[in-house]
Nanobody, 125 residues
């Protein structure tokens, strides 16, 4: 059973940057797609970025396209999210997620099997 743990969350001002990391232990997820899912206050969870097992495919929600970059290092069992030009609307709890259940789109949280506990990102002036 894989365990995922996020780090790197915190506070930033609008226009600032943060880098999230997700460490995977207990089992390798090198053959699984991985994603960053966020939940803003009063909203449902929604994936904002996804990366394929060998990093050849990345998908982004329109709201973060051009500002966020997802990457992974399979040798180190890590997933990353580089967040630039942060906006107030990026305030949310960010979760690392992995695996795939059939029947869900990539942005639906039900698609993902493994989850970290989440890390809070707060953007405020």
């Amino acid at each position: 059973q894989a365990q995922l743990v996020e780090s790197g969350g915190g506070s930033a001002q609008p226009g600032g940057s943060l880098r999230l990391s997700c460490a995977v232990s207990g089992d390798t997820l090198r053959r699984d797609e991985m994603a960053w899912v966020r939940q803003a206050p009063g909203k449902e969870r929604e994936a904002v970025a996804l990366i394929s097992p060998d990093s050849d495919i990345t998908l982004y929600d329109d709201s973060v396209k051009g500002r966020f970059t997802i990457s992974r290092d399979n040798a180190k069992n890590h997933l990353y999210l580089e967040m630039n030009s942060l906006q107030l609307e990026d305030t949310a709890k960010y979760y690392c997620a992995a695996g795939r259940r059939p029947g869900y789109s990539w942005q639906q949280p039900g698609r993902y099997i493994y989850w970290g506990p989440g890390t809070q990102v707060t953007v405020s002036s």
